[in-house]
């Protein structure tokens, strides 16, 4: 049965709820505000924004559903035409051929993402590698969700630091070095949480500094895309640097910042803090700060219970608990701040 008939059977028999007014705290007014800031905001445009935010019923992929996923994992156009058509306006579904208009302009500015139901594991993968796929399907980007969900007195700084073009172009590019990931069949944990790095950590956190380069990929670790966006703030990568899994700079003060995404090893310990310090220095920068980011607190609570080993006067970030950041200290200087 197609998924309109199920859900037109449904509504009959009164077995599926219409969608409250609001969904994780965002109004479609909210929705309204935010895309009309971006050039944006079709009728149909902020219902597909509001029915990606629906994470009080189940997805509508059974074998999501029986992993506990929700709607707001990830849509085809098919659902999102009738969670907007039959659920949201009491009428027939969107016509799937308008999705150009109503999914493709928000996927192009990284608000929405594109992703795959991956039947066989149960799971959503990055992109779109099979054309036509009926898997094929969209879930609204952390980054974009942070500002829809965030205060009226912090919407309008997180939104100005998205809308920039430097950060657009790392959301893009992260999101296509996912895809790539995907048609391959390969699983990128390590990868998701770069993303999150950039996406809600940067932004949230490091106001003014832009994504100069992304270590997220195999093959060439420094493209020619990276190569040019490092020369635009004096910078030379060497084979005998650390790596880092994203290096950011502020143009403004001439501050580089350091992000290592933690999923197995790589945290900013006491030699890569040295050695990515140098690398500041040889090239007369104002400074260099670092974060380790982990994406949940056991995963982190497993690598520090057995190592321990990152580097004082560094950051720490835990994704699943992505409002706060948390400084580390050596004694002497936690005793040192104290009796300033």
């Known amino acids: 049965m197609k998924i309109e008939d199920k859900i037109r059977s449904a509504l009959r028999k009164k077995t599926i709820a219409?969608?409250?007014?609001?969904?994780?705290?965002?109004?479609?007014?909210?929705?309204?505000?935010?895309?009309r800031a971006l050039a944006l905001g079709t009728d149909d445009q902020i219902d597909v924004v509001f029915a990606l935010l629906d994470d009080e019923r189940d997805s509508w992929f059974t074998k999501a559903a029986a992993k506990g996923m929700k709607f707001s994992a990830g849509a085809s156009t098919a659902h999102l035409a009738c969670h907007v058509g039959l659920l949201q306006r009491k009428s027939g579904k969107l016509d799937r051929e308008g999705r150009d208009y109503w999914s493709k302009p928000l996927w192009q500015i990284g608000a929405v993402e594109k992703i795959i139901f991956d039947r066989k594991t149960a799971e959503f993968l990055p992109?779109?590698?099979?054309?036509?796929?009926?898997?094929?399907?969209?879930?609204?980007?952390?980054?974009?969700l942070e500002i829809l969900k965030a205060s009226d007195a912090d919407r309008p700084v997180l939104l100005a630091t998205w809308m920039g073009e430097d950060a657009t172009r790392a959301r893009l590019k992260v999101q296509a070095e996912l895809a790539k990931d995907a048609s391959a069949g390969v699983a990128t944990p390590h990868k998701r949480l770069i993303a999150a790095a950039t996406e809600v950590y940067a932004p949230k956190f490091l106001p003014g500094f832009e994504v100069l380069y992304v270590d997220a990929g195999d093959g060439d670790r420094v493209t020619d895309e990276d190569k040019q966006?490092?020369?635009k703030a004096g910078l030379d990568i060497r084979l005998s640097d650390s790596m880092p899994d994203v290096l950011l700079w502020n143009k403004q003060t001439d501050a580089l910042w350091v992000i290592e995404a933690v999923t197995s090893d790589g945290e900013v310990d006491l030699h890569k803090f040295e050695n990515l310090t140098a690398f500041?220095?040889?090239y007369a920068k104002a400074s260099i700060g670092f974060t380790t980011a982990y994406a949940t607190w056991k995963e982190a609570a497993i690598r520090q219970g057995k190592f321990k080993n990152i580097a004082p006067g560094t950051k720490i970030w835990i994704q699943e608990d992505g409002a706060k950041q948390f400084t580390v200290e050596a004694f002497e200087a936690s005793r040192q701040r104290r009796h300033q």
């Open 18 to 35: 219409r969608p409250p007014e609001q969904l994780q705290g965002v109004t479609k007014s909210r929705i309204r505000e935010v895309l």
């Open 127 to 144: 992109g779109h590698p099979v054309a036509k796929s009926p898997n094929s399907s969209y879930r609204i980007a952390i980054s974009f």
């Open 229 to 231: 966006a490092l020369r």
């Open 280 to 282: 500041a220095e040889r």
